[in-house]
């Protein structure tokens, strides 16, 4: 696991909203876990599409690895890649969709979409 990554559980602030750009803000949520990960495209899936907001927009598909012992990871947290060998990785945020688990597993896998 040659990257570093922060996984943060999902923020239950209240949303700020800049008067001047209209941008919003959603403030952080509580870091579950920061430290080497490994982080790779998810070529047997591929990106797709979505639809948002009469919007299509594409989603890249990565497989993000993390030590076994990682716990408390789940389905819709936010993963920001803060340091890779890859220097395009760098500062992605990624969701996670799904997680692996098991007892004879040798890391904790997260499926994760990055929606652009």
Known sequence: MTSTCTIRGKSSGVPV???VTGAVTFPAGEVVYSGQCRVRPMTSRGGGTVEAGGAELF???YLVSVPFAVTG???GMPV???SS???DLVGIVVEIRKVDRGETITARRLS?????
């Not at 994760?112 to 652009?116: F, K, L, Q, R, S």
Request: glycine share 0%; charged share 35%.
């Open 17 to 19: 909203t800049d008067s």
């Open 59 to 61: 989603t890249f598909d």
């Open 73 to 75: 990871v789940r389905e």
């Open 80 to 82: 920001t890649i803060d």
């Open 85 to 87: 060998p890859d220097p």
């Open 112 to 116: 994760c979409n990055e929606v652009v």
